[in-house]
Structure formats: C-alpha cells, structure tokens
C-alpha cells in the first residue's frame, strides 16, 4: 500500500517541508519591514538639518522590498490581458472563457500571488465546483441560508498548508498533492484555555487533509497534539504530532473530479531543474538586506547623540533655577573655569555622510541583484545611478532601458501562464462533469485557452502603425474587431458591442444610400 505524507504517528508539518515554511516565514517578515520606526523618528530629526535630502533615502531603504517585488506584479498585470479559446466570438466556449475570467478576478489574483510568490518562492491557485457565497453562519444561527449557485471558482491557497509529494524518481513532477492545516476547535478537555464573558473555552486542535490525485479528493481529519517549536531555521515552526483519525464530518470522504488533472497548480515565481520548490526574490537579499538594517540603526544611533548635546561653559552657570546665570538643556553640561574656553555644545563626528554613502552603495548592490534599474521608480538615490530613465522617448530606447525588468516579468509570466492556463481548462472540465444530465445546461468542449500578455512599457501606436503601414505597403495588418480588443482591453463581446454602436453611428449620421445614384 502507498505511504501518505499524513498519517497517525506523523508529525505535523513534514520535516522535510519544515525548511521551505522557514523561508516563506522570513520573507514575509522582510517584506512586511523591520524597522518603521527608524524612518520615522529619523524623519522627525533630520528635517531641519543639511541631511534632510536624504530622507528619500532613508524611505526607500526601509521599505525596500516591498516596492521591488511589487513593480514585477505592476509590470505583468497593469494592463490586463486578454483570455482566447479559438473558436471565435460568441462561441459557448468563449462566452464560458470570459465568464471564469471575470467572475475569479483572474488579473487580480494574478497581481497578488506575484507579489506573494516575491517574497516566498512558491504561490498555488486551487480550482473547485462549488458554491461562491459561504452560508455557514447564516445556518448556525437558524436562519434559512439563501439559494446559492454552483459554479467553476479558481482562488489562491497559502502556501504554507500545501505540501506535494513527487512522483518516483522526479524532482518536479507531482502524483499528489495534500492541503492540509490545523483546525482549533472549542470543545471541553483542550489544552488552551481562555476566558470568554466570565465562562471557560477549550479547544483542541485537529488536523484536516484535502489530499489531490488524478481523479479524486481525498478528505481526512486526525487528532493532533503539540510537540513543540521548531527553531532551526531562523524562525519558530510550531510542529504537531498527528494522533488517530476522526470523522471528517462529510457524506462522502471520496469526492471524484472527473478529470485526471489535480486541482491544485504550483506557480514557482523562479525555478531550477533539480527541485520543486520555487527561488523567492528576498532569500538571496538577506545578507545585504541585513546591512541596510544595520546602518539604519547605526544613522538612527548618531542622530539621537546629535540630538541630546553635552554643553561646557564658566563654573557659575548652574541649574538652579534661582540665579540669573541658569541654562535649560536636556543635555548634560561641563563647567571649565573662566581663564579656559568660551561656552559651546560638545559635537561629535558620527561620520552621517559616510553612512549615508554606505547606505547608497548597499541599495545599488540590492537593485542589481534584483534585476530592477533604480529609475524605474521615478526617481534615483545618486547622481549617477543609470540616468533617470526619461531621456529616451522612442519605444525601442525605453524598451532597451527596460530590458533588465522586462526579462524578469517574462521569466515570472512563463510559470503564470502555464498554471493559469492549466487551473482555467480544469475549471471547464469540472463544470461539464458536474453537469452531466443537468438539464438546461448546454455542455461544451474544454478548451485550453491562449492568454495575451502585454510587458507593461507603454506603446508609441503611432510609432507601431507606421512600422505596419510601411512592412505592408499601405494595407490594413488589423481587423476593427483586433484593434478594439487590444486599444482598449475588452473582451470579445464587449468588441462586437462596440463594433455595432459604431456601425449605428454611422448610419444615423450618413443614412444609408443606394451606390447606384452616384452612376446617373
């Protein structure tokens, strides 16, 4: 009998995932920012002083990765793409293409597991036949729970519950695939205990397991109990030991899918030959992300000495209040007689110039590894940074300037468009399976469809169409039907629409004449 991943005596997460959890956790914590409060104390203290220009810097660098793992995700999805299934307009399977597209948000979600799958390596969209509107609560407090429809739902699933299992002798291919997380459930006997309105709450946690094979869906639930935290790679892992197996509740534990595709696509957002497991845009950064960390402490550390001088002056000035030779300061002050030096503040030489170089360089470091040209963002953080990106105004030049970016949002589309693809012709062949015999339902062929991408650098139209005008010698290289759909981002029924207002114009404003009379 085949071995599962979960089962009782197991422990809770795998080993052998425990490793990749780590890294999905400490990315998550450098895109989330460590240190906010430095900028803003800083802020506060530089802005009246000949440093206040570097504020700029001081903000990018503390939000540094959330602006570079963003700007791939800007790129990729800021003009939407267009989904085709070959068999034309108002065809049954493209009006079901276009619906599973706008009904998941499919740009949407593409945006955001782009940006996730920066900072962890690994994003997973899961697709189901199932009822949209979730009306649990509605039952469980007695109401009657509306009518709701089925329908074909593609969503992200974290990443942290889902743990593959390779099929044998490979390292990229899957035979199943487990989502499976920790359910705390309040019930009398738990280990945790905590005070709701004056009255004791339990709880206890189980482990639930959706487990993806060709075919089916397999539902399961053990007890669990805890065994303890995981420190070994740089951030607490709570681990679980998976105890006997209950009922998971269901009418039916096997759930077919009539489709020898698993419901759950893997989007690496980098990928390597010899493992699964995605490369994130952070893990590389960490050391050099680590030193921009510390000169922010390190420039935080010496605007605060600045900010609290010592003072030294003659023996009587005091602090007595009483005496009309009284200094207020917060600092600290150094009497010296009167035959020494004048009064003065005691200044230290933090070296801020040299720390802010230092800072400079580090970004430079982080923006080259990253494949990102510091002008991308509007603006750069030297004088001699790459220019700032604005003195190149034909498509080429600004395609050539973007050409570092642009081949990292290909790299990252690559593996977006073959699981979008992928979970998008799943979704039909779940809805035509579970409709089988419905009446009224008008079943179709799944078709796998074709996704348009734009790069996200803006098009000169004119600049195109003179380069078709002359490659053609004059003729027309794009139906109005092409053109609107790619102008204006619209569907292909939205086109037509389009196209027959446009026709309707015409002839209110031309009327409609018999060719002969222009003959007599």
């Not at 402490?297 to 002056?313: R, V």
């Amino acid at each position: 009998m085949a071995t599962k991943l979960f089962e009782t005596g197991a422990i809770y997460p795998p080993p052998s995932h425990i490793p990749r959890l780590a890294r999905y956790k400490r990315g998550r914590t450098i895109f989330d920012g460590r240190h906010p409060e430095i900028y803003d104390r800083a802020s506060s203290l530089l802005k009246d002083t000949p440093h206040a220009a570097q504020l700029k810097t001081l903000f990018i660098a503390v939000n540094l990765m959330d602006i570079l793992l963003t700007k791939p995700a800007d790129l990729l999805t800021g003009e939407p793409p267009t989904f085709e299934a070959g068999t034309g307009a108002g065809s049954r399977e493209q009006e079901r293409l276009d619906s599973i597209v706008e009904e998941n948000d499919i740009t949407l979600m593409t945006h955001e597991l782009v940006i996730g799958g920066g900072y962890r390596g690994d994003s997973f969209i899961k697709v189901r036949y199932d009822t949209r509107a979730d009306v649990s609560e509605t039952e469980a407090l007695g109401l009657a729970a509306p009518e709701t429809t089925l329908e074909p739902i593609i969503e992200s699933v974290r990443a942290d519950i889902v743990f593959p299992e390779l099929s044998t002798g490979s390292r990229k291919k899957f035979k199943a695939i487990n989502a499976a997380w920790v359910d705390w459930v309040e019930e009398p006997g738990g280990k945790v205990v905590r005070w709701l309105y004056g009255k004791a709450a339990s709880y206890v946690p189980y482990l639930v397991v959706e487990r993806y094979i060709p075919g089916y869906i397999l539902h399961e639930r053990y007890e669990l109990s805890e065994a303890g935290v995981n420190n070994d790679w740089g951030v607490p892992i709570s681990t679980y030991l998976i105890g006997d197996k209950v009922a998971t509740g269901r009418e039916e534990d096997i759930e077919a899918t009539g489709t020898d595709q698993l419901l759950i696509h893997h989007i690496p957002y980098k990928s390597v030959d010899d493992r699964w497991e995605g490369i994130n845009g952070v893990e590389k950064l960490e050391s050099v992300l680590s030193a921009i960390n510390e000169r922010l402490a390190q420039i935080d550390y010496i605007l605060w000495k600045h900010s609290d001088p010592w003072m030294y002056g003659p023996e009587d000035i005091g602090d007595d209040d009483g005496t009309d030779n009284t200094i207020r300061s917060v600092g600290r002050y150094i009497p010296v007689g009167k035959e020494d030096a004048t009064p003065g503040y005691m200044t230290w030489e933090g070296q801020l110039t040299s720390a802010f170089t230092e800072l400079d360089i580090l970004l430079g470091l982080v923006y080259q590894m990253s494949e990102t040209p510091q002008w991308l963002f509007g603006t750069t953080l030297a004088s001699d940074k790459g220019g700032t990106g604005t003195s190149h105004t034909d498509s080429g030049a600004i395609k050539a300037r973007f050409m570092p970016i642009l081949a990292k949002v290909n790299r990252i589309r690559a593996h977006v468009d073959r699981a979008l693809r992928d979970a998008i012709w799943t979704a039909m062949q779940l809805e035509n399976y579970a409709n089988e015999g419905v009446s009224g339902f008008e079943k179709y062929d799944p078709i796998y469809p074709r996704i348009k991408w734009r790069d996200g650098v803006p098009i000169d139209e004119k600049e195109a169409a003179e380069v078709a005008q002359i490659r053609t010698g004059g003729k027309p290289t794009i139906s109005v039907h092409d053109a609107i759909k790619t102008l204006d981002g619209v569907d292909d029924a939205m086109a037509e629409e389009i196209i027959v207002r446009i026709d309707a114009d015409e002839s209110r404003t031309l009327g409609t004449v018999d060719s002969a009379v222009f003959n007599e």
